[in-house]
Each structure stands twice: as structure tokens, then as C-alpha cells.
T-cell receptor, first 112, second 115 residues
């Protein structure tokens, strides 16, 4: 069964304190791995798509990496506005196009 | 360019009533997806629709739930005879086409509370 597990469930950082969020996945053929950010009361907002092991993508203070079993979202020198829930999702080959399997997310709190 | 619009934002129903959730996709998008987010759980896929067609409803409960995306107007997720377990946030997402690996644009969701 296709599955996504994110850790930790919650993470509290001081402003400027870099860290990483983990997303482990089991999927019968990976079509793509997606990172989304979700603010309270809002829908998920797209951050990155990674397609193959070894791929990396960056956006401001965020950098996403992918291996054959997991993905990391590295946050460098975070700011309070980076506080949100970060969601990881995979799209498997063979299923309905664009159907995503989500993890339960990591709730990040960055304190000034 | 307006994003994905969902209404209502909050919907309160009593057990046994019907709930109708609406979703207008982004301009130029013809593919709509519904997801449900239960407390302490991740987003779960429910159904994927194209204009006038249901492409994949593998995540939709077999009874009481239905979805449509007519030629004109918004996509509708309909829940008949609601029960307390239906209380959740329902998110709609859209994409311009059904190609693989397309990123999805999500609305702000409808929070359904069943009393």
C-alpha cells in the first residue's frame, strides 16, 4: 500500500536556527513527490515537485531533496513567517492522474 | 486572477440533513479534485472530475456521497444524510489539465460541522 510518513509531527525553532523535516514514502513507482505549505484556515500552497532521486530544488530559505526512500525539506535561518504546517505528498504511477497521497504534516513554529 | 473558490467556508448541519459544498476552479482549469481532511489525519483523496465526467472516485464513500462538475457552473460535492463522522475540512483543488505531475491549486476549504 502506498504510504507517506512525516517526522517530526511538530518542531519548534528559534529564528535563525536551521533544521530539516523528513518525509519517508513507500510507493509502487514514484511519479512525483510534492511539498506543500498549509497555513491555519487555508488550503495547501504548492512549494516544490521532485521527480527522481538526487534531485534538489530551492526557494528562498527552503531546499527540498529526494532519495529513493525519503525526501527532506531543509529550512535555513528560518523566520517567524515560515511558521506553518508542511505537507509532503506522492503521486504513484498507474493510478488516477494527479491523485496525491499525503502525509499528516509537520507543524513548524519559529519563534522570534 | 482569482484562485480556487470554495463556498461556504463554514457549514453547520444536523444529523440527517444534506450538505452541498461548491468549488469554482481557477480560470482556465477544467480538472477538479476533492480531498477531505479529518482532525489529526492527512488529506485524503476523494474524487477527481473533469467537466461532465467523473474520472476517479476511488476515495469516495460508496453511500451518501456524490460529486459532479457540470458543463456550466461550479463543482458540487454532495453529502446526503450527514453523520457526525462527516465533520471535516473539505478541500477542492484544480489543475489546467489531467497531465501527470501537474501541481494542484487548492481552495481554502469548507469546514463542515455536523451537530
Amino acid at each position: 500500500e502506498d504510504q507517506v510518513t512525516q517526522s517530526p509531527e511538530a518542531l519548534r525553532l528559534q529564528e535563525g536556527e536551521s533544521s530539516s523535516l523528513n518525509c519517508s514514502y513507500t510507493v509502487s513507482g514514484l511519479r512525483g513527490l510534492f511539498w506543500y505549505r498549509q497555513d491555519p484556515g487555508k488550503g495547501p500552497e504548492f512549494l516544490f515537485t521532485l521527480y527522481s532521486a538526487g534531485e534538489e530544488k530551492e526557494k528562498e530559505r527552503l531546499k527540498a531533496t529526494l532519495t529513493k526512500k525519503e525526501s527532506f525539506l531543509h529550512i535555513t535561518a528560518p523566520k517567524p513567517e515560515d511558521s506553518a504546517t508542511y505537507l509532503c505528498a506522492v503521486q504513484a504511477r498507474g493510478g488516477a492522474t494527479n491523485k496525491l497521497i499525503f502525509g499528516t504534516g509537520t507543524l513548524l513554529a519559529v519563534q522570534p | 486572477n482569482a484562485g480556487v473558490m470554495q463556498n461556504p467556508r463554514h457549514l453547520v448541519r444536523r444529523r440527517g440533513q444534506e450538505a452541498r459544498l461548491r468549488c469554482s476552479p481557477m480560470k482556465g482549469h477544467s480538472h477538479v479534485y476533492w480531498y477531505r481532511q479529518l482532525p489529526e489525519e492527512g488529506l485524503k483523496f476523494m474524487v477527481y472530475l473533469q467537466k461532465e465526467n467523473i474520472i476517479d472516485e476511488s476515495g469516495m464513500p460508496k453511500e451518501r456521497f456524490s460529486a459532479e462538475f457540470p458543463k456550466e457552473g461550479p463543482s458540487i460535492l454532495r453529502i446526503q444524510q450527514v453523520v457526525r463522522g462527516d465533520s471535516a475540512a473539505y478541500f477542492c483543488a484544480s489543475s489546467p489539465d489531467g497531465g501527470p505531475q501537474r501541481k494542484l491549486f487548492f481552495g481554502s476549504g469548507t469546514q463542515l460541522s455536523v451537530l
